[in-house]
C-alpha cells in the first residue's frame, strides 16, 4: 500500500453546522486520498471504547457525551506521513493555542468541542480504522 494511513472524524459540532463539506475539501486539498468514508452516531459503548485511554482524565464523561451528541463523520485517510501532516493540519488541541490555518484554529468552537479527531499514531491510526471500517469498506 503506497503512503500511510490516518484515521479522522468530523465531530458533532462540526457535522451538524455543516463544516463537513468544506473540511473534507481541505483534506484532499492538501493531498489526503479519502479511503472510507461514513457519518454515524455513535452509541455510548462505541464512544467510552474509542477514547478509552483517557478514562481516567477528568474530561472522559463530557467528552463522552459530547460524542454521541450527534453524528460523526468518520474517514481513513492515505498520504505519505499521513499521521504526522494530518496532526500539522489540525492544529493543537485546544483551538486558542492552535496554529493560524490550521482545521481547529478555523472551526472548533473550544477545547473539547474541537472540531476535528485525529490519530496520534500509526499504531493507533489502524486500531482506529479498524474500529470503524471492515475491510470491504475501504478503497485503496
Ligand atoms: P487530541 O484530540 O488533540 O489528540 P487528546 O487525545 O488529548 O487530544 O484528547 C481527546 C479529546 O478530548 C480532545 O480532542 C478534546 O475533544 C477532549 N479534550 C482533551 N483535553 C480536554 C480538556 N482539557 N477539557 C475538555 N476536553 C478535552
Ligand atoms: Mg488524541
Do not use: W
Not at 1 to 20: D, H
Not at 34 to 63: G, T
Not at 103 to 125: M, V, Y
Amino acid at each position: 500500500m503506497p503512503g500511510k494511513i490516518t484515521f479522522t472524524m468530523v465531530k458533532p459540532e462540526a457535522t451538524t453546522s455543516g463544516l463537513a463539506a468544506k473540511i473534507l475539501s481541505m483534506i484532499t486539498d492538501s493531498g489526503f486520498r479519502i479511503i472510507a468514508l461514513k457519518m454515524i452516531r455513535l452509541s455510548k459503548e462505541q464512544a467510552s471504547a474509542f477514547y478509552e485511554v483517557h478514562k481516567d482524565r477528568p474530561f472522559y464523561n463530557d467528552l463522552v457525551e459530547y460524542m454521541i451528541s450527534g453524528p460523526v463523520i468518520a474517514a481513513i485517510l492515505r498520504k505519505d506521513n499521513a499521521v504526522e501532516d494530518y496532526r500539522r493540519m489540525m492544529g493543537a488541541t485546544d483551538p486558542a493555542k492552535a496554529d493560524e490555518g490550521t482545521i481547529r484554529k478555523l472551526f472548533a468552537t473550544s477545547i473539547q468541542s474541537n472540531a476535528i479527531h485525529g490519530s496520534d499514531s500509526d499504531e493507533n491510526a489502524i486500531t482506529e480504522s479498524n474500529f470503524f471500517f471492515p475491510e470491504i469498506e475501504r478503497f485503496y
